[in-house]
């Protein structure tokens, strides 16, 4: 009987991933609703504001999903994470989107804080969601990783009972 355990990186790496997405996904909807409600803010701030609110909804849910994976294994749960994670890279492109709007409109409105706004528009607009895009991208792959070699890890101690 060979005793073929499953490989722990990816777990580890996975609870790290989505512990830093549940906590970007806090920070992303608590950012979103205090650039909705500021009164500085125009259209396309809102508009980022609203599509970062839903899109923290998403990562949240996704990292909480995974976590459920993570101790469960279930296939449901698992197909359910992989939703979630379809639709929170989905999201992300979509805050990026309002990003670049959000950012043509600083550059537009110009004025004493336009550096600023360029700037911030920028780095939490566009550049924020690109790398929560990524670890979300980065942590299905550990999720992945971590499926399969539990999968291959039970074969095998199938095979060695035969």
């Known amino acids: 009987m060979t005793n073929s355990k499953p490989k722990r990186w990816p777990v580890v790496l996975s609870v790290i991933i989505f512990l830093f997405l549940g906590a970007a996904s806090l920070g992303l909807a608590l950012f979103?609703?205090?650039?909705y409600t500021d009164s500085y803010s125009h259209e396309a701030?809102?508009?980022w504001a609203i599509l970062a609110m839903i899109d923290a909804g998403i990562i949240f849910?996704?990292?909480?999903?995974?976590?459920l994976f993570l101790f469960r294994r279930s296939e449901t749960i698992w197909k359910a994470t992989i939703l979630l994670l379809v639709l929170s890279l989905a999201g992300d492109g979509v805050l990026i989107w309002a990003g670049?709007?959000?950012l043509a409109d600083a550059k537009r409105r110009g004025g004493d804080w336009a550096g600023l706004s360029v700037a911030g528009s920028l780095i939490l607009g566009i550049v924020c969601p690109a790398l929560i895009g990524v670890a979300a991208f980065?942590?299905?792959?550990?999720l992945s990783a971590a499926r399969s070699s539990r999968r291959m890890a039970i074969a095998e101690n199938e095979k060695g009972d035969s």
């Open 32 to 35: 979103g609703g205090a650039s």
């Open 61 to 67: 849910s996704a990292s909480i999903a995974a976590f």
């Open 100 to 102: 670049f709007g959000m």
């Open 138 to 142: 980065a942590g299905g792959a550990c």
């Open 45 to 47: 701030d809102r508009l």
